[in-house]
C-alpha cells in the first residue's frame, strides 16, 4: 500500500490524508447474515402448518436485505465515480506545487479502492445467504402439496433473479465495484502489492 512509499515522499503527509468526513463506516453484514441463518433454520424446522408462515416471515426479512444491498451498490457507485474524478485530477498538471495534492490524491484512491472492495465482499455475502434462504423455501416448499403454485413460482422467480444477476462477480466487474481498475491503477505507480 501507501506505507511502500520512500519516507522523503511520505513524511510532510498528514495521517489522514486520503479521507474525507463523508466517508461511511465499514459494511458489517454479519447480523444480517445471522438473522437469514435463523430464518433458514426456522423454516428447515417448520412443519407443513408452520412452513408458510416461517416462509412469510423469510420474504419480508429477505426484502429488507435486498434493499440493503441495494443502498450499499449505490454506494459502492460512488466510490467508483469518486476513483474516476480522482484519477482524472491525478493524470492532470504535476508540478511541484501540486504533487503533494496529487499524492494526497493517490492515498484517496487507494483508501477508496479498500472500501469498495470490502462493500462488495460484504453484498456478495449477503446476497449467498438470502440464496440459501430461498433456496431452503423452496425446498420446503416442494415438499408440501398444499402450497399454491404461485407461491412456489414466485420463490423460485426471486432466487433466479439473484442468482441470474451473478453480484459475487461479473455483475461487479461489469459495474466497476470489484476494485479491478483502482488495484490496476495502483499497480501502476507500485501500491498494492
Excluded: Y
Aim: aromatic content about 4%; some cysteine.
Amino acid at each position: 500500500g501507501f506505507q511502500n512509499l520512500p519516507d522523503v515522499i511520505t513524511e510532510d503527509m498528514p495521517d489522514d490524508a486520503g479521507k474525507e468526513e463523508s466517508d461511511p463506516e465499514p459494511v458489517d453484514v454479519e447480523e444480517d447474515i445471522q438473522e437469514l441463518s435463523a430464518i433458514r433454520g426456522a423454516i428447515e424446522e417448520a412443519s407443513a402448518l408452520e412452513v408458510v408462515r416461517a416462509s412469510d416471515d423469510g420474504i419480508s426479512t429477505i426484502s429488507t436485505k435486498i434493499s440493503k444491498c441495494q443502498d450499499m451498490i449505490v454506494t459502492s457507485r460512488g466510490f467508483s465515480e469518486n476513483c474516476q474524478t480522482t484519477i482524472d485530477s491525478f493524470m492532470g498538471v504535476w508540478d511541484l506545487e501540486t504533487a503533494m495534492t496529487h499524492l494526497i490524491e493517490m492515498k484517496r484512491l487507494v483508501n477508496l479502492g479498500v472500501m469498495l472492495q470490502q462493500f462488495a465482499e460484504q453484498i456478495k455475502r449477503l446476497v449467498k445467504a438470502t440464496v440459501e434462504v430461498l433456496e431452503t423455501m423452496l425446498n420446503k416448499l416442494k415438499n408440501i402439496d398444499f402450497i399454491p403454485d404461485e407461491l412456489e413460482d414466485a420463490v423460485v422467480s426471486i432466487k433466479n433473479s439473484l442468482k441470474d444477476s451473478n453480484i459475487d462477480g461479473h455483475r461487479l466487474k461489469k459495474l466497476g465495484l470489484d476494485g479491478s481498475r483502482i488495484k490496476d491503477f495502483g499497480k501502476k505507480f507500485g501500491f498494492g502489492k
